[in-house]
């Protein structure tokens, strides 16, 4: 199954922000410096993805991508780790009906499939339900990696090749993203991240080639609909030329 994006919407598609992807950085700098435990960043950052999931089609954005969980981050405590998984059900389990309500599909990109049995059903069950839906896809980035992803999307062309199913020389561009987790998707134009590191940390690389990177300070658990406004207004100062003069 592909990704095919939602249609336009005016305001948007006026600023040609179709895509916006967004490296939620800051949560355990927010707890520190209220002297509270990591995992009540992550808590606070899960409000902070509700407010971002409504706000970004009132935006016009498309798609809205979030980096929730990365290939590397199984290196983190294993605590903290479980915290995350966590809250990932806690977040599909408390948001779905309100995400279909709303017009939002869901999708997930990553070796999602290799987490925890009752995680994998939920995601299944969640994507099935908001398949049709047409306002806004949510893609969730969960045990992603950029390089991983396309180890396996070459994997998949040499098996192929191999095989005798597709000659070498007719691999291009379009023929590796159609392997690509994002496959269907329009490629973001903007990639986000928050708390102020300059870091594309493994997120989406193929895929932002021309991206507009947008950092702001702003700790993700404080991330608002206006400062969504704000990266959005940055986004439209910026004259993309993707190669050309
Ligand atoms: C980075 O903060 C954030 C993460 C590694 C996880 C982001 C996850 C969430 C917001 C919750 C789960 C999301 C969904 C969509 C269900 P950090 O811990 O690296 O912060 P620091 O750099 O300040 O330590």
Redesign the pocket.
């Known amino acids: 199954m592909t990704l095919a994006a939602a249609p336009a919407s005016p305001g948007g598609a006026a600023a040609g922000l179709r895509h916006l992807a967004i490296i ?7 707890a520190k410096a209220r002297r509270l435990p ?1 995992v009540a ?2 808590r606070a ?2 409000e ?2 509700r407010r971002v999931v409504e706000a970004a089609p009132d935006l016009g954005v498309e798609v809205l991508t ?1 980096y ?3 290939s590397e ?1 199984w290196k983190r405590p294993a605590d903290e780790v479980a915290d ?1 998984m966590g ?2 059900r806690h ?1 599909i389990r408390s948001e779905i009906k309100e995400l279909h309500k709303n017009g939002v599909r869901m999708a997930f990109i990553g070796d999602w499939r290799s987490l925890k049995p009752d995680i994998v059903t939920m995601l299944e069950e969640a994507r099935t339900l908001t398949a049709a839906n047409t306002r806004m896809t949510l893609v ?1 980035a969960l045990n992603y990696g950029g390089q991983q992803e396309m180890v396996r999307a070459v994997r998949a062309l040499a098996t192929e090749a191999a095989a005798g199913r597709i000659a070498p020389e007719a691999i291009d561009d379009a023929v590796i993203e159609a392997q690509l987790d994002t496959a269907g998707l329009p490629a973001p134009d903007v990639v986000l991240r928050t ?1 102020g590191e300059m870091r594309l940390s493994n997120f989406l690389l193929w895929q932002s080639a021309y991206a507009e990177f947008v950092v702001t300070d702003v ?2 658990p404080d991330f608002d609909r206006a400062a969504l406004v704000d990266a959005v207004a940055e986004f439209a100062t910026r004259e993309r030329r993707f190669g050309g003069r």
Not at 24 to 30: E, F, H, P, T
């Open positions: 939620m950085d800051g949560n355990g700098r927010w990591r960043g992550h950052g899960i902070a993805v979030l929730a969980f990365s981050n995350l809250l990932l977040y969730i708390s700790l993700w």
